[in-house]
């Protein structure tokens, strides 16, 4: 294949070449190995949620569903602000790895935004034309005739799910090629940060997030806007200790050393429990 499109690029050419003679259930992931957390600039990085197993996603048909996405992050547009997940951005002990947490005390992170994130940045730098997201949904995700002009995506970070055929021939084989002409154009397009984000969307025509909401239950947005990366890190990380102490009450039975996971911690980073 030519190196265009990044991982979606490829998803998309083999759901195209494949249509007609797809696997009952197919695994689409990055080329990383499945492991805890994400990172910035670490190709290393394995995109795994705590309590989730690389077994997870080859188990076809988990507890009846015909598709398998632990959401980690959600993207709000077009104001290009995220929430991440507790159990993505700590390595919690016992998580259970569903689809979205069930303990509110490890939902989610407050929305944040920073100027430097690749959906920002590529906008600035991309010199192929492009469409700006909200645009991008509504002309190539949706499929649907309606506009969305606001919209909150929850999605696996790092672009790695499990689908039934059935639910991928919800989209007719035309849908998919012009997907993947939007994403031949270059090695990396902006429309691959898109992508990540409308997975779930794509596979979901009747349950778009754009119009039913996000898939998991996320935090309002305040209307002052997003924090920063650090003020919300630190609010999180403030929320976490809170937890971990109430869960083990008892100091020398409190895990330490547990890792921590986020794209604006560099190099990685664990933090020890007091």
Request: charged share 25%; with cysteine; net charge negative.
């Amino acid at each position: 294949l030519p190196n265009v499109g990044r991982e979606s690029h490829t998803f998309l050419y083999h759901i195209v070449k494949n249509y007609n003679t797809l696997a009952e259930w197919t695994v689409f992931t990055q080329a990383a190995a499945p492991s805890f957390g994400f990172r910035a600039h670490n190709h290393e990085s394995g995109h795994m949620c705590s309590g989730v197993s690389w077994e997870d996603y080859i188990n076809a048909f988990p507890e009846g569903k015909d598709w398998y996405m632990v959401q980690t992050v959600a993207t709000r547009y077009p104001e290009i602000a995220h929430s991440d997940r507790f159990e993505m951005m700590f390595k919690v002990p016992n998580a259970k790895g569903e689809i979205c947490p069930s303990n509110p005390e490890l939902g989610w992170s407050m929305w944040w935004a920073e100027p430097d994130h690749p959906l920002v940045q590529k906008q600035l730098t991309q010199t192929e034309p492009f469409l700006p997201p909200v645009e991008f949904y509504n002309e190539y995700i949706a499929g649907n005739n309606k506009w969305y002009d606001s919209f909150s995506l929850s999605f696996a970070n790092g672009g790695r799910f499990a689908v039934s055929r059935d639910r991928i021939l919800l989209r007719p084989l035309k849908y998919y090629k012009n997907l993947l002409r939007e994403l031949s154009k270059s090695v990396n397009p902006i429309e691959g940060y898109y992508m990540e984000t409308m997975w779930f969307d794509v596979f979901h025509p009747e349950r778009l997030q754009a119009e039913f909401g996000p898939e998991c239950e996320m935090p309002t947005f305040p209307e002052e806007g997003a924090a920063n990366h650090a003020d919300m890190f630190e609010e999180a990380q403030a929320r976490f200790d809170a937890f971990m102490m109430k869960a083990f009450p008892v100091e020398e039975t409190r895990p330490r050393n547990l890792e921590v996971s986020s794209p604006y911690l560099l190099p990685p980073v664990t933090r020890l429990r007091k």
